[in-house]
């Protein structure tokens, strides 16, 4: 049997060598996947590892017990020995010490840490040398940041105390990188207080101060430390390591060291959640890719050795007629294609794996080598073991047919269950998988497969029926005489074999064209959820003093507002809340990213929000306040109940409620309230009467305002009742006298209680409008309640309605950040924004830093839309439209495959014809019609599979966008990978029938 074997594989080599390359190739898609899979994993871990929060990288454990002296190297106390025993493989332990205390220097004094850690030397760059051991009575040796010598007024050599220790400066040290999580984030580098422009771009006063190693004090007691450690876990720990693996060890360290008594915590967990739902989409992603070109050379083996395999026929019949057993027949069957298969399955890991590397090398965020390992050779005998199963059902139909019907030269046509059987299985695997796709969460199982199961049962189904009305159109053309495209329609539909060509050129062009389609959506998803998110196309978050210090230092950068504008994105405190986005607003329009989602014009928006003020606001300049009011109630009747009044401000630093030095009693009196923000300018927010219980009525007479012996409101200013709005007009009530002397009369009702009453300036519209997204489902003209950027409960006047809004997607309102700063009563809440244009100049952080901002991150779209991209989800993507691409080299070999088994019949049916006067325009191969017929066939199984899987898509890692996704790719991208594709088919098709007419002219003669 062996010899025969031998025999037959070299009697036919050309079959051979084809089962050979197509097996080759279902084993190298197969192992590519799991290769690709595990080097994007530890891309995406790398990745993930370098845009991690430095306390996302470490675990902190720290020795509750205090130990005098200079914080010096723990690593052979009692604490270091127990944590390099408890610190776990693939974490770097860094041990140290740290001191809270004052820093005092010639020019000035700050709050720091003392602290020793190893490493720090390696770390930055000295002006003069790092500290050294010292001995008893020498002066202890310590490391200053530049901000920090500035403050102190030190430089090397110099000296200061901390705490009650001298200390001398060994060197002044700069970080070379303000990044590395060495530094802890701002732990040790210290970020600057907003106000003033910094001396540094990097740290601030309170920057850390380092010690040497050991360093005895005179009094071991002026100075208290305590020991830490941070152990680091390592880029390949995160690459190489499971999640599971590395969470499991983390735990079991915060465990064992809670019982040595330390205290520990980390967030590492949170990293490793990430990364775990990341690499989860990504192998999900790619099962679609890998499934796709490993099922299509399993088709085109099915097609290529069916076709051959009917070729044969004949000469199997005479071999059944003569004797040979069927079990023989099968056994030449499966050893004559079983040697190329085993051979496949070596050089296919070679393949896969040449494959994964090119692709790993031009799509992953981080270089991630790609290696062969157990799982890489499991997955490729798994492709070469189906490429034998898809050979021998090729088979299988002829092997088992009976012995007249080997002997016909047509194939007979299946009838009954065994026709329809392979379609019923395909579209029942299609539903289920659309099913599990549908059923919700993440796809999983089948539903990873659903696009391919569903272009399978619709080119199934589709080829189907394109036979049998391609035999009843290509019988009516010859009829009628048309016998070019006649007679190509009826020898096509006659061959069996051309309708698994037709269901597989349709699953190559339906997978092409929905690969490509759902990577255009991916690509204008990315794109809007990154201009939606971050509101414009750069976005510095900064730390300032104020709304107002915001603001104005806003416009001092700016002061034509062409490319910056102020903004404050305050998040709802509860679900049900409405997050708030407060504006510069004259700048909106010019500074804010558009974008068609939103639902209106961000320029009605800007004039919405920002009508004209109903008057201006009250400026007032003076270190001291001074009320003068008459009170008139029943001293007697209110007992111990107190009457007070607080004035609120706002300044450059804030907005600050002040109680006079007095309660308020009855007759004219004056009330000091003092107010050093003011000394250059504030704005008066509000006066507030308190008085909890109220017995008897409370009239109050305001008549006039004084800053620093200067007026500032007379009583006929305070008699303008269009300047004042009370915040309780329930048992209150304002009123004015108009006599000589005017003044702003309060009156509060008898028996009340309640808390303070505001009489606020009305110098913004009150409620304020704002625009609020629909579904929030208030209609335009009510008013809707909310925490303003202050927290406090307030009401807005609906303007306008949005589908979406800049930074805050589909939920949330957007005010005026000057009205809103002018309504609010209590502290700064929310995050403190600067939003850029395109046109903003190269050194606007320097510029904003001039002005009291201290930059806390750097926004830009381009850079969220390229995070997108490094994400699982998109590099799945990649990969199966690479696998679709080379589909389209499998179904053009397929074609090939399916011709070459049936030239020779067909050609020399043609010459029979030819002889009998059949004309030379008709002599074609006919292979256009099956591509033509995939052609369209692919067109309706996209668009059947696209309205059945798109809702199941996921393209995010968190699997949210707060922009809906596209319903519809850009179709002229979309033909930019699907015309390419047809044309090469037709050209094949082309080439092919020429080779059969010049066959045919060869053996004609003419």
Known sequence: MLAIIWGALAA???????????????????????????????????????????????????????????????????????????????????????????????????????????????????????????SKGQLPEVLVSTNTAAHLGVATGGEFTFGAV??????????????????????????????????????????????????????????????????????QAVSTRSAQDLRDAAAAVTRDGSREGF?????????????????????????????????????????????????????????????????????????????PVLVAIPLGCLGGLAAARLLA??????????????TVLGYAAVGAAGALTAVLLAQARTLSAPVVDLLRRVPARMRGWRATVGDIVAVSIAVAALMQLHSGGSPSGLALLAPVAGALAAGLLLARVAMIAGAAVGAGLLARGRTTAGLALVQVTRQPRFRPLIALLTVVVAMLAFTAATSEVASAAYTDRATVEVGAPRVIGVDALSHRHLLESVRAVDPEGRYAMAAVVK??????????????????????APHSSYGMALADVAREIRPEPPGPPILLRGRELTVVLSASYDEEAFGGNRVRLFVSVASRTGTRRITAHKDIKPDLREYRVQMPECAQECRLVNMEIVAPVTPDALKIRFEGVRTDDEAALSGAELADLRRWR?????????????????????????????????????????????????????????????????????????????????????????????????????????????????????????????????????????AARQGFDRQGAALALRFNLFAALAGVLIGA?????????????????????RRQGLPARAVRGGYG?????????????????????????????????????????????????????????????????RFVAASVRRRTGR
């Open 263 to 339: 205290g520990a915590g980390t967030s590492l967990p949170s990293l490793l959640d990430r990364l775990t739902l990341q690499r989860g989409q990504l192998a999900a992603g790619v099962t679609l890719g890998a499934g796709l070109v490993v099922l299509l050379c399993w088709l085109v083996l099915f097609v290529a050795v069916s076709s051959a395999a009917d070729e044969r026929r004949p000469e199997q019949g005479l071999l059944l007629l003569r004797g040979v057993q069927r079990r023989r027949l099968w056994a030449l069957a499966i050893g004559e294609h079983a040697v």
């Open 893 to 913: 070999a397929g074609l090939i495959a399916a011709a070459a088994a049936e030239q020779r019949n067909r050609v020399t049916m043609l010459v029979a014809l």
């Open 12 to 134: 036919r080599r050309a079959q051979a060598l084809a089962v050979l390359l197509l097996a080759v190739l279902a084993s190298a898609a197969a192992a590519a996947a799991p290769g690709y899979v595990a080097a994007a994993g530890r891309a995406l871990a790398s990745d993930g590892f370098s845009t991690a929060d430095p306390n996302e990288l470490r675990l902190r454990l720290t020795d509750p017990t205090e130990y005098p002296g200079m914080p010096g190297d723990p690593t052979g106390s009692v604490f270091g020995t127990k944590v390099e025993r408890l610190a776990p493989a693939g974490f770097v332990v860094v041990l140290g010490a740290q001191s809270g205390g004052v820093a005092a220097g010639p020019s000035g004094r700050v709050t720091t840490s003392l602290i020793y850690r190893a490493g720090v030397c390696e770390r930055v760059a000295v002006v003069g040398a790092c500290p050294r051991p010292t």
């Open 929 to 993: 019609w099956p591509v033509a017929v995939a052609t369209v066939s692919a067109g309706l199984a996209t668009l059947v599979i696209w309205l059945l899987t798109r809702s199941g898509q996921r393209l995010f890692s968190d699997g949210r966008s707060p922009v809906p996704l596209p319903d519809w790719p850009d179709v002229g991208r979309l033909l930019l990978f699907v015309l390419p594709t047809v044309v090469l088919f037709a050209l094949t098709a082309a080439v092919l029938g």
């Open 726 to 862: 009370l915040s309780d007009a329930d048992d209150t009530s304002l009123s004015a006298t108009s006599d000589r002397e005017a003044a702003l009369v309060f009156d509060m009702a008898e028996g009340r209680r309640s808390g303070p009453t505001a009489i606020s300036v009305v110098d913004s519209p009150f409620p304020l409008p704002g625009w609020l997204t629909r579904s929030k489902e208030i209609p335009v003209g009510w008013t809707h309640p909310y925490d303003g950027i202050d927290g406090t409960p307030t009401e807005a006047s609906v303007g306008g309605l949005a589908d979406r809004l800049p930074r805050l997607g589909a939920s949330g309102m957007i005010v005026d950040l000057e009205y809103a700063d002018r309504l609010a009563v209590a502290g700064q809440t929310g995050v403190k924004e600067v939003w850029l244009a395109p046109t903003a100049p190269a050194d606007i952080l320097d510029r904003l830093r001039a002005q009291g901002l201290v930059i806390q991150y750097d926004r830009t779209i381009a």
């Open 571 to 592: 998040e709802a405190a509860a679900e049900a809340g409405t997050p708030v986005l407060a504006v510069d607003s004259d700048r909106l329009a010019t500074v804010t």
């Open 166 to 235: 001298p200390v001398r400066v060994a060197g002044v040290y700069r970080p070379l990188d303000a990044t590395d999580p060495f530094w802890l984030g701002g732990e040790y580098l210290r970020p600057p207080a907003p106000g003033s422009a910094p001396t540094s771009a990097v740290g601030s006063a309170p920057d850390a101060i380092f010690t040497s190693e050991s360093s005895p004090l005179a009094d071991d007691d002026a100075i208290l430390y305590r020991a830490i450690a941070d152990l680091y876990v390592t880029e």
């Open 361 to 374: 090398a031009h799509t992953l965020p981080a270089r991630a080598d790609v290696t062969v390992d157990a």
